[in-house]
């Protein structure tokens, strides 16, 4: 289980092998029960099945898991595909996010499989058979696939995401050269899904105090910014037992990023700044 660099995988996988039932050790009102199977689409010759993740708070019942069985001839290739397919025809009431369809926005984030990934981009013939879906783990549900993510957002804004200059205003644009600009790149791209976050075990334990690497990765890309004045202020806002360096280099944040963008060297670029600052 232990890796040398976060582009390697895992050379074991005990817990696929041996897995926890999926109730253990969780209390009674959040344990998981068996839901309505709805029947497949008549005359439909290929369909895919998707357990999928309900939850209403208002019914006062337990979460579940309802079976689907989607038509392929009949609906897109993506999984959101699938999902919008079950919404318009078979249960209006399923719960999601969406947006642009493009991996740009971020909405539909969720777990799929066990892996924290966007339902836009990912293809329903790469998951297994029955497919699970469920909403992003560590965050309150609020229906459904649909995660509260106002704790997550409110760590993003505390970390204050727009430049900050203390020089007057040039008369057009702050000018950067290319290897300024270039600093940048890996960093600026992220869209704020929270797939890291949601998947990072540190996070799971000190989620009230430690920022996460979807926000720890934002605040490395103000300062890594030619244009941002703010370093110090930056750096002594983050220079925290908790804020920053409940980080332990676990690296899922890595792998589940469904833009490619490291996270975790992002921490790392940014606890070595604050040593090369008090050297």
């Known amino acids: 289980m232990i890796i040398d660099s976060s582009d390697e995988v895992s050379r074991f996988v005990w817990l696929k092998r041996f897995p926890f039932p999926r109730n253990f050790n969780v209390t009674p009102e959040s344990r998981i029960e068996p839901g309505h199977t709805w029947p497949a689409p008549a005359g439909a010759t290929r369909t895919k099945a998707f357990d ?7 019914s006062g019942g337990n979460p579940r898991l309802d079976r689907f069985y989607v038509d392929l001839d009949d609906c897109g290739p993506m999984v959101l595909d699938a999902l919008i397919w079950i919404k318009n025809k078979v249960d209006s009431t399923l719960a999601f996010r969406r947006s642009c369809r493009e991996g740009v926005c971020g909405s539909c984030s969720m777990t799929m499989d066990g ?50 200059s203390k020089t007057p205003e040039p008369e057009k644009e702050r000018l950067q050269s290319v290897e300024e600009r270039g600093r940048i790149d890996g960093y600026y791209e992220c869209i704020l899904c929270f797939c890291c ?34 370093k110090e202020e930056r750096l002594d806002n983050l220079e925290d037992p908790f804020r920053l360096y409940r980080c332990h280099t676990i690296l899922n944040c890595t792998r589940t990023c469904p833009k490619g963008l490291n996270p975790g060297k992002a921490i790392a670029e940014i606890k070595k700044m604050i040593v090369e600052r008090e050297s």
Request: hydrophobic share 40%; aromatic share 14%; net charge negative.
């Open 52 to 58: 999928i993740y309900r939850y209403d708070p208002d």
């Open 197 to 230: 976050t949601s998947g990072c075990p540190s996070h799971w334990w000190n989620g009230d105090r430690f920022l996460g690497p979807a926000v720890l990765l934002q605040a490395w890309r103000w300062l890594t910014d030619s244009r941002d004045e703010a």
């Open 115 to 164: 892996t924290n990934w966007l339902a836009c981009t990912r293809f329903s013939s790469d998951m297994a058979t029955p497919a699970t879906i469920y909403p992003l783990a560590n965050m309150r549900v609020v229906k459904d696939l649909v995660p509260d993510q106002t704790h997550v957002f409110a760590q993003y804004a505390a970390i204050q995401p727009w430049l900050r």
